[in-house]
């Protein structure tokens, strides 16, 4: 048997590859048809273009309720959340055989100009696509532009669902009462 040394890459990728239970590849395979009849055949111009093309095609809504749309879903209703947006992306770029991750975390916008009290920070959610030679790069679908030093990963998975900012269980008396309070500031250094 001979060797490969991409054997342990593509084994580790392939959660990255699979696409969704829920994807109606049909749906995926029409949308990419009628926004490139002629996509870039370079995987970097290709991602750009997919990932400015989702940002243009859909309507972001802030989502607070629990739960990730499936990427039909998301398409059928041409709206979602930045976590909808990133399933998205990630079940295109599946669909074309790259290797896509979510990833939630935050994201460092700085106050604008005479606010004195900002918007407090809040998740965020993207792609990260893999590029041989090159590694993990982020995809912000939301924004339409790759990530750079002002995206703060916290965590990643081939599985969306998997990413969850907080999540846990109490076991215990009825009559024990919790509360959680979290304040965030994101400082760019």
């Known amino acids: 048997m001979r060797y490969s040394p991409f054997c342990g890459a593509s084994a580790a990728l392939a959660p990255c590859l699979t696409l969704r239970a829920d994807t109606e590849i049909a749906a995926l395979r029409h949308w990419l048809t009628r926004h490139f009849p002629a996509p870039p055949a370079d995987t970097v111009p290709f991602l750009t273009a997919v990932n400015s093309a989702v940002h243009q095609a859909l309507s972001y809504t802030r989502r607070d309720e629990p739960g990730i749309q499936s990427a039909t879903s998301t398409l059928s209703l041409g709206r979602g959340s930045c976590r909808d947006y990133a399933v998205f992306l990630i079940e295109l770029c599946r669909l074309q055989g790259l290797a896509a991750r979510f990833v939630s975390g935050y994201l460092y916008e700085p106050p604008a100009p005479g606010v004195t009290q900002p918007a407090p920070p809040a998740m965020h959610a993207w792609a990260e696509v893999y590029l041989p030679g090159a590694g993990w790069r982020g995809l912000d679908p939301t924004r339409g532009i790759f990530c750079d030093d002002a995206f703060v990963p916290v965590a990643h998975s081939a599985v969306a669902e998997n ?27």
């Open 163 to 189: 990413v969850n900012p907080i999540q846990g269980a109490f076991y215990g008396p009825s009559t024990v009462s919790a509360q959680l309070t979290t304040t965030l500031t994101i400082d760019k250094l």
